[in-house]
């Protein structure tokens, strides 16, 4: 079945970086778009970036275009999140999400 184990969380301080992984398995990787969501304390669930089966296209939420970066290495079945300037706002457990699932997420905190 499809499983996504996400790591990389910590506590950062403001505008710190972080690289959050996360790793697919059970299902045909290089096919589907992968995306991150986050969950701040209290609040909902939040999209925060795609990037689609080839790679080449990505998107990105506002709150975080030009600080984060998305990518994917199908050989490793990982797609990547680079965080950077993070700021206290981005405090959330990240979560890894594809063909319908979610792992169950990493914790990334932004404080000093």
């Known amino acids: 079945q499809v499983q996504l184990v996400e790591s990389g969380g910590d506590l950062v301080q403001p505008g710190g970086s972080l690289k959050l992984s996360c790793a697919a398995s059970?299902?045909?990787?290089?096919?589907?778009?992968v995306s991150w969501v986050r969950q701040a304390p209290g609040k909902g669930l939040e999209w925060v970036s795609s990037?689609?089966?080839?790679?080449?296209?990505?998107s990105y939420a506002d709150s975080v275009k030009g600080r984060f970066t998305i990518s994917r290495d199908n050989a490793k079945n990982t797609v990547y999140l680079q965080m950077n300037s993070l700021k206290p706002g981005d405090t959330a457990v990240y979560y890894c999400?594809?063909?319908?699932?979610r792992g169950q997420g990493t914790q990334v905190t932004v404080s000093s």
């Open positions: 999400t594809s063909r319908g699932s």
């Open positions: 059970g299902f045909t990787f290089s096919s589907y778009t």
């Open positions: 990037i689609y089966s080839g790679g080449g296209v990505t």
